[in-house]
């Protein structure tokens, strides 16, 4: 999520956003065809705590992260056993950083309601340009052909790489119902993997055809007790692949630990 949920009612707020939950419990039940995967931990590695993520990728060994929160908003290099910043650029402070993806060598974030993305050198962290675009940023994922960008809504906007411009969007659909709250995005193997904004939950979804194909449940990974002290905030953000290790790491807003899993197919009663 773009902004810090304590601005507002969090117990309500929190409550509100998590009805997506309700929307993908029917993957839960005997009759839906969705499928539901839990996960196992493989490796745990530290991540700074005051880190608020809002995108996250692996590339050539090392994690890249954005950050948000106005006057706090960076993108940063990052070791993944150590979790050290290796490398950071601050975004302006009047803006609130979002979602961010690799583009051939290049890095490209988002902000959130400032309508503005950046275009940083992936080496040397320079921003080369920045783009417009209409509404709101949230997450940001890209394949050899596409970006993908949310909004916060149940649509996918599908971007031009090379220009950035808008060229159709795709809706969200579980079982036929809409689903919203589509944040930080990863593309996995081919699927669109989404954090869904205050849940315990990823969406796996078809890029074309917008149709949920399976939810990873992450209830558990890390006990509200060790998330972060604004705890309504500290929620699960951050999905970064690793496509020659076939490694999926995920972590969280302001969440002291980044893990590797691997998925496993739930049990159906």
Known sequence: MLQSLATFHPTEMLKQFTTFAVTLAIAGSAQAALPV???????????????????????????YESTG????????????????????????????????????????????TSQVGYVFDLKTFKLKQSFKYEGEGWGLAGDTKNLYMSDGSSFIRI?????????????????????????????????????IWGSELIARIDPDSGKVLGVIDLTGLLPPDQRGTREVDAVLNGIAWDSKGKRLFVTGKLWPKLFEIELVPKLRR
């Open 37 to 63: 995967y839990g996960f196992i931990v493989k490796n745990t590695y530290p991540h700074d705590p005051k880190a608020f993520t809002q995108g996250l990728f692996y590339r050539d060994g090392h994690l």
């Open 69 to 112: 929160q106005y006057g706090q908003s960076t993108i940063r290099k990052v070791e993944l056993k150590t979790g050290k910043v290796l490398q950071k650029a601050d975004l302006p402070a009047d803006v609130f950083g979002e979602g961010s993806t690799p583009v051939g060598n290049n890095l490209v974030g988002l902000t959130w």
């Open 159 to 195: 971007l031009d790489p090379k220009t950035m411009k808008e060229l159709r969007r795709v809706q969200v659909t579980a079982e036929g119902r809409p689903v919203d709250r589509l944040n930080e995005l990863e593309m996995v193997d081919g699927e669109l993997y989404s954090n």
